[in-house]
């Protein structure tokens, strides 16, 4: 099981940092992603984490704004986000996926367990 939690309101410019805690003994050999979906929108990729942490990848609107990085001694993965823009507004979820190949990370298809999402809002 995955849950999500940081979620909240902050202005534009601001900062917030989400978190996904774990459970189960897989989390340690399953890369990390995390997905957003805003109203109206399809749910669309926004950074992932490769199993040992060497690799991360991020989308073109999120790069050098966020942050993924993992904790495997807290069954952690977390997103620090910076800059917010109010377009960064959307439900965000975690998701794990058993794949090696960072090539499958942002699609969605290729993760086997979600957690519940968390709320981000942007405001301007």
């Known amino acids: 099981q995955l849950h999500a939690s940081g979620g909240g309101l902050v202005q534009a410019g601001g900062s917030l940092r989400l978190s996904c805690a774990a459970s189960?003994?897989?989390?340690?050999?399953?890369?990390m992603g995390w997905f957003r979906q805003a109203p109206g929108k399809e749910r669309e990729f926004v950074a992932a984490?490769?199993?040992?942490?060497?690799?991360?990848y991020y989308s073109d609107s999120v790069k050098g704004r966020f942050t993924i990085s993992r904790d495997d001694a807290k069954n952690t993965v977390y997103l620090q986000m910076h800059s917010l823009k109010p377009e960064d507004t959307a439900v965000y979820f975690c998701?794990?996926?058993?794949?090696?190949?960072?090539?499958?990370?942002?699609?969605?298809?290729?993760?086997?367990?979600w957690g519940q999402g968390t709320l981000v809002t942007v405001s301007s």
């Open positions: 998701a794990a996926t058993p794949l090696r190949n960072g090539g499958s990370y942002s699609y969605g298809r290729f993760y086997n367990y």
């Open positions: 189960g003994r897989t989390f340690s050999s399953s890369a």
């Open positions: 984490i490769s199993w040992n942490g060497s690799s991360t």
